[in-house]
């Protein structure tokens, strides 16, 4: 790692305050963070640690929103959104392993946007909102492509609001080596229709399947989806997989996630 | 360079550390608690786990300074007050659930933070907590057989 200054406020405002200095750089959990820094792919002045403040953090309802602050951990999500979504709360309980679970975040994963990560699949489908300390993201228009989202320098996301809808599932398909998703498919059926969101397959990062959605917001039973395929053309291939076997997978993982919702 | 505290196995020690500096670094060679290893680079083979505020983190992805007023607890601080194994260590030396050992300190951290949240955990359960404690020696089977026995549990149910 290169060297740098370290600095731990104990509120938002003065998170912003130290944010202002060249190249500083928030650090969440990091669970992504810091792998990086000890390969020398980032070399921050100033790591400004979101870690000590409360305000960030927690798990809060207001009528049909779960409302969840940027510095959760992915293991309070899993054990404080269960009550009120649990396809969100079984999202966030596999991700990584339990040390991983403990100190990543939620605002960390979506600021990072890895192509694999299993957060943006959520927030997409669920049309959730990413609020930061200047503005409020909706979810179509945070994500852009791989590792790149709306955030702007300096900015940072202070919580998401996700609407719960009637039933939702995820479904990941585990890429044992890294714990990521070879493919996650999470679906969510609103009174207004359903949303399909796919993460790990594109080289474009996560992404809505729209023919699936309109299907499933006819009919929402897997059946609904026979007959349609995902175009291979612009998915991930690597040693892991081939571009055919992920655009298999998502029908599959779709078909499952939407059995598993409707319970 | 800044000021660390913490405690550490019950006892409260004070650091000069730099920014960049891990907490596996400090309990190492800050403090000479080199019971704590590191396995990778990559946030990957669990060999570093130990316990801040309770809870199973990767010390090789945490600052030292991220660390300051927390309670650490590491392999060293396992053992009972009059030096003998707890329960788990010595369940780990009666099942054979090690080898070379390299793993051993992560994996038994892991374990106790697993039983202290679930304390008669399924074969299952426990091959899924340990999603991020990897080992190349043992094979895995002898130490769901030794964290079955640490709770009390028959361990002829794990697989062979
Ligand atoms: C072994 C392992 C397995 C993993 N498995 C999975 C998995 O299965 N699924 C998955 O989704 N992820 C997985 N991850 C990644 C994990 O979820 C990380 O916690 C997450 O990607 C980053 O969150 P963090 O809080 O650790 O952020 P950090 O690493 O601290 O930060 C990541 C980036 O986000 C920025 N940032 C952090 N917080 C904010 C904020 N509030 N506003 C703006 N920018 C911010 C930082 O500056 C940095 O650029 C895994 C990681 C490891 C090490
Ligand atoms: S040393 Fe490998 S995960 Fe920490
Ligand atoms: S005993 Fe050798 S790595 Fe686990």
């Not at chain 1, 938002?12 to 963070?33: F, M, S």
């Not at chain 2, 991220?66 to 396992?78: L, N, S």
């Not at chain 2, 009972?80 to 260590?89: A, M, R």
């Amino acid at each position: 790692m290169y060297e740098f200054e370290f600095a731990r406020p104990t509120s938002l405002a003065e998170a912003l305050a130290a944010l202002k200095a060249e190249d500083a750089q928030p650090l969440a959990g990091g669970q992504t963070l810091i792998p990086t820094l000890k390969q020398r792919l980032a070399s921050p002045s100033v790591l400004v640690s979101l870690s000590a403040i409360e305000e960030l953090k927690g798990v809060r309802r207001e009528g049909d929103t779960l409302c969840i602050g940027a510095a959760t951990t992915h293991a309070e999500v899993a054990r404080e959104a269960a009550a009120h979504y649990p396809a969100l709360a079984a999202l966030a309980g596999g991700i990584g392993d339990p040390a991983v679970r403990n100190r990543g975040t939620i605002g960390g994963s979506l600021a990072n946007n890895d192509p694999a990560a299993c957060y943006p699949a959520a927030v997409l489908a669920s049309g959730a909102t990413v609020v930061t300390n200047a503005r409020e993201i909706a979810a179509d228009d945070f994500f852009q492509g791989l590792f790149t989202t709306a955030l702007e320098e300096g900015e940072i996301i202070t919580e998401v609001r996700f609407p719960i809808p009637q039933a939702a599932n995820y479904q990941k398909f585990e890429q044992p080596a890294s714990l990521f998703a070879l493919v996650g498919v999470f679906v969510a059926r609103f009174a207004d229709g359903v949303r399909v969101a796919v993460t790990g397959a594109s080289e474009e990062g996560v992404y809505r399947w729209e023919s699936a959605e309109e299907a499933l917001s006819k009919e929402f039973r897997p059946d609904a989806l026979m007959g349609l395929r995902m175009n291979p053309a612009n998915m991930i291939h690597d040693i892991h997989g081939t571009k055919e076997y992920r655009a298999h997978l998502v029908g599959v993982l779709t078909r499952r996630a939407v059995a598993a919702a409707r319970g | 360079m800044a000021q660390v505290s913490m405690t550490v196995n019950g006892k409260p020690v004070t650091g000069e550390v730099e920014g960049r500096t891990l907490l596996v670094d400090f309990l190492r060679n800050g403090l000479g608690l080199t019971g704590t290893h590191v396995g990778c680079d990559t946030s990957q083979c669990g060999a570093c786990v130990v316990h801040v505020d309770g809870r199973a983190v990767k010390s090789c992805t945490m600052l030292a300074l991220e660390a300051e007023g927390a309670e650490v607890k590491t392999i060293e601080g396992m053992a009972n007050p009059d030096g003998s194994l707890s329960v788990i260590q010595q369940a780990f030396q009666d099942h054979h659930g090690l080898q070379c050992g390299f793993c051993t300190p992560g994996m038994v951290m892991s374990a106790a933070a697993l039983l202290a949240e679930n304390p008669k955990p399924t074969e299952a359960e426990i091959r899924h907590y340990l999603d991020g404690n990897l080992c190349r020696c043992t094979g895995y089977h002898n130490i769901v057989k030794a964290i079955l026995a640490a709770s009390g549990q028959d361990v002829s149910i794990a697989a062979e």
